[in-house]
Each structure stands twice: as structure tokens, then as C-alpha cells.
């Protein structure tokens, strides 16, 4: 079992960066892919990016490369969402996600992941 905690969501204006947080408890959290998505009112979630458990691979959604950056800090078992430039758009709650095997042939799939962030709001006005 793993449990996942998101934070740092708030209301900004559009072109503000914000940064989120996702700490981990119960698996050792260097060893698994870490996840981010988000779902905005009426829409499906969506994948946003993945990291490994050692950081050296990160996988983005094309549509936010160049604006979002995962990183993660094994030592204090959290994993950052770096949004900058936000637009309206992005307006969404942001879930950090993981699972017990990860495939590169689903990562950006949500229902492949087994163990989720309660979610943490974040509003962009324009």
C-alpha cells in the first residue's frame, strides 16, 4: 500500500508558475514511477508526465512541454509539478499517481495506475 498526498494549488493569475507536491508514505518511493495528471470540470483526466524512480527518465504530454517540469527528491519522498506561464486551460485538480509495475506501453494511461493523490485545485484566471 502507498499513500499520496498533494499540496501547493491555489488561485494565480494567468502567466503565474506555481509548483505542486506529492509525498509519498509506505513503499520505497526511489524505486517507482511517479505520475502526474489533472482533470478539469466535465473533461476526462489527463496525463500530464511520469518520472522514474531515479529521475533520469521523464515523459511529458506534448502539450506541456516546455512549461511543466517533473522533478522528484528521493530523500524527503516527493515528487514536484513545476507549471509555468499558466493560461485559463490549466485551471484543473492536480493528482499525483503511481503503480505497482509500470509499462511504457501505458504510462500516460489512468487507469493503469493503482494508487492515487487526494488532488489539490489549482484556478487560472485571466
Known amino acids: 500500500q502507498v499513500q499520496l498526498v498533494d499540496s501547493g494549488g491555489g488561485l494565480v493569475q494567468a502567466g503565474d508558475s506555481l509548483t505542486l507536491t506529492c509525498t509519498a508514505s509506505g513503499r520505497t518511493f526511489s524505486t517507482y514511477f511517479m505520475a502526474w495528471f489533472r482533470q478539469a470540470p466535465g473533461k476526462e483526466r489527463e496525463f500530464l508526465g511520469v518520472?522514474?524512480?531515479?529521475?533520469?527518465?521523464?515523459y511529458y504530454a506534448d502539450f506541456v512541454k516546455g512549461r511543466f517540469t517533473i522533478s522528484r527528491d528521493n530523500a524527503k519522498n516527493t515528487v514536484y509539478l513545476l507549471m509555468t506561464n499558466l493560461k485559463p486551460e490549466d485551471t484543473a485538480i492536480y493528482h499525483c499517481a503511481t503503480r505497482e509495475h509500470f509499462l511504457y506501453s501505458d504510462y500516460d494511461v489512468s487507469l493503469s495506475y493503482d494508487y492515487w493523490g487526494q488532488g489539490t485545485q489549482v484556478t487560472v484566471s485571466s
Open positions: 518520472i522514474s524512480g531515479g529521475g533520469g527518465t521523464i
